[in-house]
């Protein structure tokens, strides 16, 4: 399990890096908010770590969306919901009626399209910074290791994914793709099939209209990552239906080839960016951050050195 986030840039103190950025020019850019992952919550050191970093290179004030009870809450309540608490806060925040930046990392990533795709009367996301996300679904419910509620966690799984009382109670369960139970994942999973217009009888023109508004979709994967599985996956590719072996590049999946959600729009207009990182699943240095995510979250990105 490794949404728990221990990145080796953490091994700069904070304060060090206030002092090393207090001379980089405020922007006018928008303000950025950040969703984060499975396991995790606003004040931890992983979603600090991203906040602090962002703004201070920045300049830009940005804001950790917390969502009911943090970790715990990440677990156990319905993806549904968790973008329903999202919307509602984001329709709250005066400083987001010009439209914001929108950064997710892992599971917060399927937050987010929700929040893009979903919410009404929500001020307009310009660009979605993912990264780490499992945006195709990962293969299996990841391991919970940690958080005294594990053991329920292992006894919903046990139920069998696609089951509604653990659809209801387990988040991931929402965009759990189980390659060689397609039928199942298309009559059981309730997220995942549902932003994806996966399923004829449901599609939504709408979803499609607001995703393929995005003015840049920055697909961050991590080259190791042993939590999104596939890896893959952070850049909308997945197993081959049918086939737990078979991995397909995005481009290559149905939901690309007949362009259900726009990501295929979007891609063909140039505003989709794929990115590999080396290492290991949210572990990202300060100069990554710089060069990968910064030049989309400020008009034009400040100069950085680090000594």
């Known amino acids: 399990m490794a949404y728990h986030f ?13 002092v090393m950025f207090t001379s980089i020019p405020l922007s006018h850019s928008i303000p950025f908010v950040i969703l984060h992952g499975l396991g995790m919550q606003c004040n931890d050191q992983g979603s600090i770590f991203y906040q602090s970093s962002l703004s201070m290179l920045t ?15 990440s677990w156990t309540m319905p993806l549904e919901q968790q973008v329903h608490i999202a919307c509602e806060k984001l329709r709250m925040m005066p400083e ?3 439209g914001y930046n929108l950064v997710g ?21 310009k660009n979605f910074i993912s990264i780490g996300g499992p945006n195709a679904g990962v293969s299996a419910v990841p391991a919970c290791i940690t958080g005294p509620w594990c053991a329920a966690i292992g006894f919903y799984n046990g139920m069998g994914v696609y089951n509604d009382y653990v659809q209801a109670r387990l988040a991931p369960s ?18 995942l099939p549902k932003i994806n217009n996966e399923i004829p009888s449901a599609n939504n023109a709408i979803q499609k209209q607001r995703f393929t508004s995005l003015q840049n979709l920055v697909l961050i994967m991590f080259e190791s990552d042993g939590v999104v599985n596939p890896p893959l996956s952070s850049w909308f590719g997945f197993y081959q239906d049918g086939d737990s072996s078979t991995i397909l590049p995005p481009q290559q999946t ?22 590999k990182v080396p290492g290991v ?8 951050l710089q060069q990968l995510v910064v030049p989309y979250l400020v008009d034009s990105a ?5 000594p």
């Open 6 to 18: 221990s990145p080796l840039s953490l091994s700069v103190p904070i304060m060090l890096l206030v």
């Open 59 to 73: 300049g830009i004030k940005g804001t950790c969306v917390e969502i009911g009870n943090g970790a715990y809450d």
């Open 96 to 98: 987001l009626q010009q």
């Open 105 to 125: 990392l892992s599971q917060g990533n399927v937050v987010a399209r929700g929040v893009i795709e979903l919410c009404d009367d929500v001020p307009p996301v």
């Open 174 to 191: 929402g965009y759990t793709r189980i390659p060689n139970d397609i039928p199942g994942y298309l009559r059981g999973c309730r997220f």
């Open 254 to 275: 149905r939901w690309y080839k007949e362009d259900l959600f726009g990501l295929r729009t979007l891609d063909e207009a140039g505003k989709v960016k794929f990115i």
């Open 281 to 288: 699943h949210l572990v990202i240095t300060i100069p990554q």
């Open 302 to 306: 400040p100069g950085f050195f680090l």
